[in-house]
């Protein structure tokens, strides 16, 4: 079940927040969500949920063992198991056949592993289990002793399938106490309500119109670059978009959750585009990956290694495939570029080309991520970086451009930090004395209205992919 879906929308949706908004009881709360959330990862699923079980039981065990022994080497001891366990399942699902059968062409065998079923959401929800036996190994996080408790907190719905990664430690309060007011519910929907426009007016329109364009060895200049730019923009309105529908459900329950996206393209670099796309993710190998390993505080040739390592196991997180690795380590190389042979020229180069220059940096490296045959990534990279060697326009493209304008508008300003503008402009007349009395009637009206609006594109659209539904 994903939160596009008509089952999710009309049914699962306003009987839980419902019933969890009349209930007061936290004991009886956290049942309901907890029943809920197994409820709606089983459904896609069933068999799966058993490796969710068995990952957050060995970790249970493994932080009960951390918080009540004093001996470090025990302690450590308890902590690698529970990390190692819980990632041997993730490289199991999802790199095993990848590594046998790399492995097994390089040494000239004709052995073929088929790759199993990779479980829903497996990769975010390894990683928020780790979080929480690393962060109680560090004394950062509170042990939950309640073993359902840890449980609803790894398979809480909103953010189960597609994140944004939570750590424990920033919703424990909210497990064992949380308030619901209907200032929090109306918000929670507003929040919800943008993100399923992004995703179903947006993203999947983005996507419908990606497929008239020619394949890769036909494209064009224009069509190279529209391509890009539109698969881009259906993975930045798809993924953002599912994230603020997480938030808002997340607020409508009584949980704060983390922003995953900040406008990343308004970014100057691509330093500050990774701070601003997929925040979440960012902060999770920093804190447990790059600052484990050294960070910065090293020497240049040990944190060029670092940066190597922490992209190159981004890159691999989104998927079992050279593309991936690819992807991760060009913008690693980016980025490591930026902060060296580059540092002097950026502080004098203008913020509009370094805007501009970013944005091509990022789309290039949409090519990348997009497709896992080098040689359709070849022929597209030709066609935008190589004009002479095409043909500078297609039909195709001139197709796409004249029949949607108003969606091409839309994505490039709902790209822009609009949201926070609106947030600002009426804090500032709210401090300056003005009344903002008609703002929850807007907003009110905005939410319902994307809400129908996407409802009844879901009713007539047969394409809805959720493209990190596997990740």
């Given at each position: 079940?994903?939160?596009?879906?008509?089952?999710?929308?009309?049914?699962?949706?306003?009987?839980?927040?419902?019933?969890?908004?009349?209930?007061?009881?936290?004991?009886?709360?956290?049942?309901?969500?907890?029943?809920?959330?197994?409820?709606?990862?089983?459904?896609?699923?069933?068999?799966?949920?058993?490796?969710?079980?068995?990952?957050?039981?060995?970790?249970?065990?493994?932080?009960?063992?951390?918080?009540r022994t004093k001996t470090p080497a025990r302690r450590k001891?308890?902590?690698?198991?529970?990390?190692?366990?819980?990632?041997?399942?993730?490289?199991?699902?999802?790199?095993?056949?990848?590594?046998?059968?790399?492995?097994?062409?390089?040494?000239?065998?004709?052995?073929?592993?088929?790759?199993?079923?990779?479980?829903?959401?497996?990769?975010?929800?390894?990683?928020?289990?780790?979080?929480?036996?690393?962060?109680?190994?560090?004394?950062?996080?509170?042990?939950?002793?309640?073993?359902?408790?840890?449980?609803?907190?790894?398979?809480?719905?909103?953010?189960?399938?597609?994140?944004?990664?939570?750590?424990?430690?920033?919703?424990?309060?909210?497990?064992?106490?949380?308030?619901?007011?209907?200032?929090?519910?109306?918000?929670?929907?507003?929040?919800?309500?943008?993100?399923?426009?992004?995703?179903?007016?947006?993203?999947?329109?983005?996507?419908?119109?990606?497929?008239?364009?020619?394949?890769?060895?036909?494209?064009?200049?224009?069509?190279?670059?529209?391509?890009?730019?539109?698969?881009?923009?259906?993975?930045?309105?798809?993924?953002?978009?599912?994230?603020?529908?997480?938030?808002?459900?997340?607020q409508m329950l009584g949980f704060k959750f983390l922003e995953?996206?900040?406008?990343?393209?308004?970014?100057?670099?691509?330093?500050?585009?990774?701070?601003?796309?997929?925040?979440?993710?960012?902060?999770?190998?920093?804190?447990?990956?790059?600052?484990?390993?050294?960070?910065?505080?090293?020497?240049?040739?040990?944190?060029?290694?670092?940066?190597?390592?922490?992209?190159?196991?981004?890159?691999?997180?989104?998927?079992?495939?050279?593309?991936?690795?690819?992807?991760?380590?060009?913008?690693?190389?980016?980025?490591?570029?930026?902060?060296?042979?580059?540092?002097?020229?950026?502080?004098?180069?203008?913020?509009?080309?370094?805007?501009?220059?970013?944005?091509?940096?990022?789309?290039?490296?949409?090519?990348?991520?997009?497709?896992?045959?080098?040689?359709?990534?070849?022929?597209?990279?030709?066609?935008?970086?190589?004009?002479?060697?095409?043909?500078?326009?297609?039909?195709?493209?001139?197709?796409?451009?004249?029949?949607?304008?108003?969606?091409?508008?839309?994505?490039?300003?709902?790209?822009?930090?609009?949201?926070?503008?609106?947030?600002?402009?009426?804090?500032?007349?709210?401090?300056?004395?003005?009344?903002?009395?008609?703002?929850?009637?807007?907003k009110a009206l905005l939410a319902l209205g994307l809400t129908?609006?996407?409802?009844?594109?879901?009713?007539?659209?047969?394409?809805?992919?959720?493209?990190?539904?596997?990740?």
């Amino acid at each position: 079940m994903v939160f596009s879906s008509l089952t999710f929308l009309c049914l699962f949706f306003p009987v839980v927040v419902g019933l969890h908004a009349l209930v007061k009881n936290i004991t009886v709360r956290n049942a309901l969500l907890l029943a809920a959330s197994l409820l709606f990862y089983a459904w896609g699923e069933p068999v799966w949920i058993v490796a969710m079980l068995f990952s957050t039981a060995v970790n249970y065990v493994c932080a009960r063992i951390i918080h009540r022994t004093k001996t470090p080497a025990r302690r450590k001891l308890a902590l690698v198991v529970g990390v190692l366990i819980s990632l041997s399942a993730l490289l199991y699902f999802k790199y095993a056949a990848f590594l046998v059968n790399n492995l097994c062409d390089l040494l000239g065998f004709g052995y073929r592993m088929t790759a199993p079923k990779l479980p829903i959401g497996i990769s975010f929800y390894t990683f928020q289990i780790i979080t929480y036996t690393v962060d109680v190994y560090r004394k950062q996080a509170p042990l939950q002793r309640n073993p359902l408790w840890l449980l609803l907190y790894v398979s809480l719905f909103p953010q189960l399938i597609a994140g944004p990664i939570v750590r424990y430690s920033d919703v424990a309060s909210a497990i064992g106490d949380r308030q619901v007011t209907r200032t929090a519910l109306g918000e929670g929907f507003f929040r919800f309500s943008l993100g399923l426009g992004k995703k179903v007016l947006l993203a999947n329109l983005c996507g419908e119109v990606l497929e008239l364009l020619p394949a890769a060895a036909d494209m064009s200049f224009c069509s190279g670059w529209l391509a890009a730019a539109l698969f881009l923009l259906q993975l930045y309105f798809d993924f953002s978009g599912y994230s603020e529908m997480a938030i808002g459900l997340g607020q409508m329950l009584g949980f704060k959750f983390l922003e995953n996206f900040d406008a990343p393209f308004v970014s100057k670099s691509i330093t500050e585009y990774w701070r601003r796309w997929h925040i979440s993710l960012g902060i999770f190998f920093r804190e447990y990956v790059y600052i484990p390993l050294g960070g910065s505080h090293v020497s240049t040739g040990r944190w060029i290694f670092n940066m190597a390592v922490v992209w190159g196991l981004t890159g691999i997180w989104h998927g079992a495939d050279w593309n991936y690795l690819l992807w991760g380590l060009y913008f690693g190389f980016l980025m490591v570029l930026e902060r060296t042979v580059l540092k002097g020229l950026l502080a004098h180069t203008p913020d509009l080309f370094k805007h501009l220059f970013t944005l091509i940096l990022a789309v290039a490296g949409s090519v990348i991520f997009h497709s896992s045959d080098f040689t359709e990534i070849g022929c597209q990279l030709r066609a935008m970086f190589v004009p002479w060697r095409v043909s500078f326009s297609d039909p195709y493209a001139l197709y796409v451009v004249k029949s949607n304008p108003l969606l091409l508008v839309a994505c490039v300003l709902c790209s822009l930090p609009l949201r926070k503008a609106a947030v600002a402009w009426f804090s500032r007349r709210k401090a300056a004395g003005h009344r903002n009395a008609l703002r929850p009637y807007i907003k009110a009206l905005l939410a319902l209205g994307l809400t129908g609006l996407s409802v009844l594109f879901l009713v007539g659209q047969s394409f809805n992919p959720f493209l990190y539904f596997r990740f």
